[in-house]
């Protein structure tokens, strides 16, 4: 079974929601990193007054603070069974850096697991789900943003022999059949 794993998808997908699932299945961390950036906002520690205005625009934090914060906490000892990155990479340079971090340790990604959802189904969930982020301008530049930056990695990925995909336009728990199914083959 995969246990290298990343999770691949517009917001709003269910990539949150599927990685904790997954995660225990697999008897892996579920790695967000949008989960520790506001985890740092709350603190009010150095990382988080630095990304909390461009977390609030939408926007992507650059890629060298992402590597830290990755580089970091897939060092832990609990990530050295494997992991389940959810909001990482995001951009090309983060998945060279991914791939980087993964090789030196003498290993390299399993599979990347990309979760299919179209955007006026995106659009509709967002507005339902009621982060006290997601104002309407905020949720079409995550989206914006999404289709620029990290949609490119959906080839990239592709083009390695990773990339596994899953239609996300299902309920929760087809979602996850689909997702374990996709690790089991
Ligand atoms: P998420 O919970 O994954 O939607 O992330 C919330 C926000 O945290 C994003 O809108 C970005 O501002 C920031 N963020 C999380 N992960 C990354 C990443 N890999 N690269 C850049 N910014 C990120």
Redesign the pocket.
């Known amino acids: 079974m995969s246990r290298r794993i990343v999770l691949l998808g517009p917001?709003g997908s269910g990539k949150?929601t599927q990685a904790v699932f997954l995660a225990e299945r697999l008897g892996v961390p579920a790695i967000?990193?949008?989960?520790m950036?506001?985890q740092a906002v709350d603190e009010g520690n150095a990382l988080g007054n630095r990304?909390a205005g461009?977390?609030g625009r939408?926007?992507?934090?650059d890629?060298a603070t992402?590597a830290e914060v990755v580089e970091e906490r897939l060092a832990r000892q609990d990530a050295q069974v494997g992991f389940l990155l959810?909001?990482?990479?995001?951009?090309t340079v983060?998945a060279e850096t991914l791939a980087g971090i993964v090789e030196r340790a003498g290993r390299g990604l399993d599979a990347v697991l990309l979760i299919d959802v179209p955007p006026p189904v995106l659009i509709a969930r967002a507005l339902g789900r009621g982060r006290a982020d997601d104002t309407e301008e905020v949720i079409a530049e995550?989206l914006r943003v999404y289709g620029n930056k990290t949609e490119p990695l959906v080839g990239y990925y592709k083009a390695l022999g990773l990339l596994r995909e899953i239609n996300g336009d299902q309920t929760i728990e087809a979602v996850t059949m689909d997702l374990v199914r996709a690790l089991e083959r």
Do not use: A
């Open positions: 917001p949150g967000s990193t949008g989960e950036l506001r990304v461009i977390m939408g926007d992507l934090v890629d992402m959810d909001g990482y990479p995001r951009t983060q995550r």
